[in-house]
């Protein structure tokens, strides 16, 4: 376990590099999830896909982790990023369902959720916040606490205020800001 994350967790400059190294950040014309156009594409997949890249995510991640009881993240973005944090720093996680499945046991999510543990959300990237909120909602109806959710990359779009009016303060790694800023 490592014993002080902070210690090792990678500079701006590095995960910026890190994420237009591995094809992250593309430019062109592009329509996001939240329907939104964009002349910038994230794509965090493109780096968690490889596994030094997705080691110094977690790193990051792990950095900026606090004290939660667990670790939680929406399918597909999110996953390998929350299994990486909760190895590096062995906490259980659960892994959040943007659909409920309806056989099986019909929850949104995997993992256990005890009454009152602490949940920190990780995000690979946050636009609108859409999907953050429901993540959020997921949590705390299942009887998880939640205030704050880590993001890698932070489009600024919107979803540090949406998480701000359910009560929950985003922190990112990287802004879209700072990945156009490289760009030049």
Not at 120 to 148: F, K, P
Request: charged share 25%; hydrophobic share 40%; net charge positive.
């Amino acid at each position: 376990m490592t014993t002080d994350p902070a210690a090792s967790a990678p500079a701006v400059n590095e995960l910026v590099r890190l994420l237009k190294d591995s094809g992250a950040v593309r430019f062109g014309d592009f329509t996001l999830t939240s329907g939104a156009k964009s002349d910038v594409y994230i794509d965090v997949k493109r780096a968690w896909t490889d596994p030094e890249r997705l080691d110094t995510l977690a790193r990051a991640l792990a950095g900026r982790l606090g004290t939660p009881d667990r670790l939680a993240g929406m399918e597909l973005g999110a996953v390998p990023l929350v299994v990486a944090v909760a190895l590096r720093t062995h906490r259980p996680f659960v892994v959040l369902r943007k659909v409920t499945r309806d056989h099986g046991t019909r929850q949104p999510f995997e993992g256990e959720i005890p009454t009152g543990s602490r949940v920190l959300l990780i995000e690979d990237t946050s636009t609108t916040g859409g999907s953050s909120v429901r993540s959020i909602e997921i949590i705390r109806a299942a009887g998880g606490t939640i205030d704050r959710a880590l993001v890698v990359v932070d489009r600024e779009s919107g979803a540090r205020e949406a998480l701000a009016a359910v009560g929950v303060r985003l922190e990112p790694l990287v802004t879209l800001s700072q990945l156009v800023g490289a760009r030049r």
